[in-house]
């Protein structure tokens, strides 16, 4: 069935350095990619994502990047800081075919600790 | 405008009994879904609804229910209650685009 792997599931760096978290896909129809953030106690929010026909998006310190032809798509983070600790999620999806609206599977989550 | 909004924050059940959460998608949003999240787990998608039809259910047994209502606010219903049941369940929304919007969660704790 479909998936998304996400590695790893827990991750921890010293404030400053980079954070890479990892995501592979198997529904080849998927087309767009989002990544949710969620701290402790909190609900999960759009950090950032990236569509199916671009391959890099930044934002800041936060980049997202898709290889299609792999299927995995990946987040980074630099200059990490401590309020950056927190859950993410990257999620596959595309849309319903008559609907709109938009079919997700969510990979497992990563649990990063950044380290003052 | 108000965010999505879920009722109760916080559920406590024993073992059989059966338990309601409710959701309030924002206003507009047609689609909801239903999410759980078992204390150090991922969210595993339970189900997915949208204009009132269900259009997608996860891999989870037929004790776990629901509906959308007219106004597209939605009802997850967990019959005969498990101890493993108990988790944050997260509610989201969203219309015409991709963009989930999370509720705070509906916290079950089964004894």
């Known amino acids: 069935g479909e998936n998304v792997e996400q590695h790893p599931s827990t991750l921890s760096v010293q404030e400053g350095d980079s954070a890479v978290i990892k995501c592979t896909y198997s529904d080849s129809a998927s087309n767009y990619f989002p990544w949710y953030k969620q701290e402790l106690g909190k609900r999960p929010q759009l950090i950032i994502d990236?569509?199916?026909?671009?391959g890099e998006k930044k934002d800041q310190r936060i980049a997202v990047t898709l290889n299609k032809t792999a299927k995995h798509f990946s987040l980074h983070i630099t200059e990490t800081q401590p309020e950056d600790s927190a859950v993410y999620f990257c999620?596959?999806?595309?849309?319903?075919?008559?609907?709109?609206?938009?079919?997700?599977?969510f990979g497992t989550g990563t649990r990063l600790k950044v380290l003052a | 405008e108000a965010g999505v909004t879920q009722s109760p924050t916080h559920l406590i059940k024993t073992r059989g009994q059966q338990a309601t959460l409710r959701c309030s998608p924002i206003s507009g949003h047609t689609s909801v879904y239903w999410y759980q999240q078992a204390l150090g787990l991922g969210l595993q998608f339970l189900l997915w609804?949208?204009?009132?039809?269900?259009?997608n259910r996860g891999n989870f047994p037929p004790r776990f229910s629901g509906r959308q209502f007219p106004n597209y606010s939605s009802e997850l219903n967990v019959n005969a209650l498990e101890l493993e049941d108990s988790a944050l369940y997260l509610c989201a929304s969203s219309r015409w685009g991709p963009e989930l919007f999370f509720g705070e969660g509906s916290r079950l704790t089964v004894l």
């Open positions: 990236i569509r199916s026909n671009v």
């Open positions: 609804y949208d204009e009132g039809e269900e259009r």
């Open positions: 999620a596959a999806s595309r849309a319903h075919s008559t609907s709109g609206t938009y079919k997700y599977i």
